[in-house]
Nanobody, 123 residues
């Protein structure tokens, strides 16, 4: 059974940093793409970043480019999202997702999801 477990969320002041982790288990993810999405209250789910397990190819939303970095540790089966220069508009629940046959920003193409972790950025 595939499990994605996020951690690392919390409350931070604007301009601060957080690192989210997503521990993946239950199968081999070598051919997968992993994504981070976020959803703020009353808003649609939004793509943040994606990475391929195999070669580490990365893709970012324009809103986070230059501030967020996605990475993975194959040995630990863990994907990270380093978030710097955080803004109040980054406040949302952040979700980790895995896609077997897709690499991109469309949330509906992802097969597995974590439970989410709350990130709150105060002004």
């Amino acid at each position: 059974q595939v499990q994605l477990v996020e951690s690392g969320g919390g409350l931070v002041q604007a301009g601060g940093s957080l690192r989210l982790s997503c521990a993946a288990s239950g199968r081999t993810f070598s051919g997968y793409a992993m994504g981070w999405f976020r959803q703020a209250p009353g808003k649609e789910r939004e793509f943040v970043a994606a990475i391929t397990w195999s070669i580490g190819r990365r893709y970012y939303a324009d809103s986070v480019k230059g501030r967020f970095t996605i990475s993975r540790d194959n040995a630990k089966n863990t994907v990270y999202l380093q978030m710097n220069s955080l803004k109040p508009e980054d406040t949302a629940v952040y979700y980790c997702a895995a896609a077997a046959h897709y690499y991109g920003s469309s949330w509906s193409e992802y097969d597995y999801w974590g439970q989410g972790t709350q990130v709150t950025v105060s002004s």
